[in-house]
């Protein structure tokens, strides 16, 4: 295996053991120092614990928060969504249960 440079498939791996090590942000804006901040401190806390942190962005539209959270369907382990113009029983339901 490392003679043949072999890297083994995070897709193939999460499969079987059912978990990605992804955390999932979805951030009504990824402009401004304001959310650069946010996903510095998420990012930390998501490093420290050794997983990844995948970023998405909603355009503060709800429509396109449904969207971004189903885009990140079975890609993470977790998702943080910060919508500034919805509530939650909204988003909840939407196509999006299953998403700790």
């Known amino acids: 295996a490392a003679r043949l440079d072999y890297v083994p498939h995070s ?3 999460s499969l079987t053991r059912q978990r990605t090590d992804t955390i999932g942000v979805i951030l009504p804006d990824l402009y401004g120092e304001f959310f650069s901040e946010i996903i510095r401190g998420i990012d930390s806390v998501v490093h420290g614990a050794g997983k990844n942190l995948l970023l998405g962005n909603m355009h ?18 977790g998702l943080l969504v910060m919508p500034p113009n919805s ?8 196509g999006t249960t299953g998403i700790p």
Not at 87 to 94: E, F, K, L, M, N
């Open 11 to 13: 897709g193939a791996r």
């Open 60 to 77: 503060g539209s709800p429509d396109e928060t449904v969207q971004a959270i189903r885009a990140l369907r079975g890609r993470v382990d």
């Open 87 to 94: 509530r939650a029983d909204t988003i909840v339901g939407s």
